[in-house]
Nanobody, 134 residues
């Protein structure tokens, strides 16, 4: 059974930090890039960040670059998203996704790719809620 389980979300004040975790099982993690996707209330899903299967390459969309850091520990079957200087616009449900770019699963979509390409994944987690509010 394939599982991607996110954790680490919660309520944080503006300017605060959170670390999200995505623990995976049921598939070979080191053959897959992992992306973080979020959905704000009333809005469409959007890409946040992605890390290649080896961890050698990372990608950040404009909203995340400079504030968030993605990392992975394949030995622990876990991917992390460190989020810093959070603001209310970061509020939403955060999903981890095992993406597919055509026939390739180990690479990330580029930051300039259409949003829809960030949303193509073989496996999705259930999401964890992040709320940034005073």
């Amino acid at each position: 059974q394939v599982q991607l389980v996110e954790s680490g979300g919660g309520l944080v004040q503006p300017g605060g930090s959170l670390r999200l975790s995505c623990v995976t099982s049921g598939f070979t993690l080191n053959t897959y890039a992992i992306a973080w996707i979020r959905q704000a209330p009333g809005k469409e899903r959007e890409g946040v960040s992605c890390i290649s299967s080896s961890g050698n390459s990372t990608t950040y969309t404009d909203s995340a670059k400079g504030r968030f850091i993605i990392s992975r520990d394949n030995a622990k079957n876990t991917v992390y998203l460190h989020m810093n200087t959070l603001n209310p616009e970061d509020t939403g449900i955060y999903f981890c996704v095992a993406p597919r770019v055509g026939r390739v699963t180990g690479l990330c979509p580029s930051r300039s790719s259409p949003v829809r390409l960030w949303l193509i994944g073989d496996y999705w987690g259930q999401g964890t809620q992040v709320t940034v509010s005073s």
